[in-house]
T-cell receptor
Framework: DGGITQSPKYLFRKEGQNVTLSCEQN?????MYWYRQDPGQGLRLIYYSQIVNDFQKGDIAEGYSVSREKKESFPLTVTSAQKNPTAFYLCASSIRGQGAAQETQYFGPGTRLLVL | EDKVVQSPLSLVVHEGDTVTLNCSYEVTNFRSLLWYKQEKKAPTFLFMLTSSGIEKKSGRLSSILDKKELFSILNITATQTGDSAVYLCALKTSYDKVIFGPGTSLSVIP
């Protein structure tokens, strides 16, 4: 089945530790996105990538890093510089182009990150 | 700076009521406006709007865009308890950047 997967579902981080959240899609989508959602709030864009080996900062990129070495994969690293990382992280992908199907983002199930 | 504002931030209505959710925006290089419904986890797609004045409908939900005044509305008629969710408005730019508003939390009580 085609889709977008995220792992793990829950992740615990100790103070000062870097952690990496996985996002994989087999939809052949060019564009991929990472969002952070805090309780009772909307989605805030961390990073996005239009094509392989290229990515752009979103509104809250500080303390995060990404890579896009393969079309299917867009991992997010939460570094120790991110002082308040506890949140729900959502990965999404979409086709590049125009039209209803192309504009839609497909979301993964999310990863909940907790700081110990 | 690109920005999406939604109002109200939360809303409580009784079953059968009609609700109107608002989304206003400031964005360079507008390409489309998207509405999503989020219940427990990942958002699910509702509508995509690109042209002013053309209403999109799906059952009891409908939406319209005004590109001159830079806003969109999402209407839900004859609300049901299953409509309880957070409704998110998002903007997509010509550079594939997608930014979301804070969402409107809708609670429909029996």
């Amino acid at each position: 089945d085609g889709g977008i997967t995220q792992s793990p579902k829950y992740l615990f981080r100790k103070e000062g530790q870097n952690v990496t959240l996985s996002c994989e899609q087999n939809l052949n989508h060019d564009a991929m996105y990472w969002y952070r959602q805090d309780p009772g709030q909307g989605l805030r864009l961390i990073y996005y990538s239009q094509i392989v080996n290229d990515f752009q900062k979103g509104d809250i990129a500080e303390g995060y890093s990404v890579s896009r070495e393969k079309k299917e994969s867009f991992p997010l690293t939460v570094t120790s510089a991110q002082k308040n990382p506890t949140a729900f992280y959502l990965c999404a992908s979409s086709i590049r182009g125009q039209g209803a199907a192309q504009e839609t983002q497909y979301f993964g199930p999310g990863t909940r990150l907790l700081v110990l | 700076e690109d920005k999406v504002v939604q109002s109200p931030l939360s809303l409580v209505v009784h079953e059968g009521d009609t609700v109107t959710l608002n989304c206003s925006y400031e964005v360079t290089n507008f390409r489309s406006l998207l509405w999503y419904k989020q219940e427990k986890k990942a958002p699910t797609f509702l509508f995509m709007l690109t042209s002013s004045g053309i209403e999109k409908k799906s059952g009891r939900l409908s939406s319209i865009l005004d590109k001159k005044e830079l806003f969109s509305i999402l209407n839900i008629t004859a609300t049901q308890t299953g409509d309880s969710a957070v409704y998110l408005c998002a903007l997509k730019t010509s550079y594939d950047k997608v930014i979301f508003g804070p969402g409107t939390s809708l609670s429909v009580i029996p």
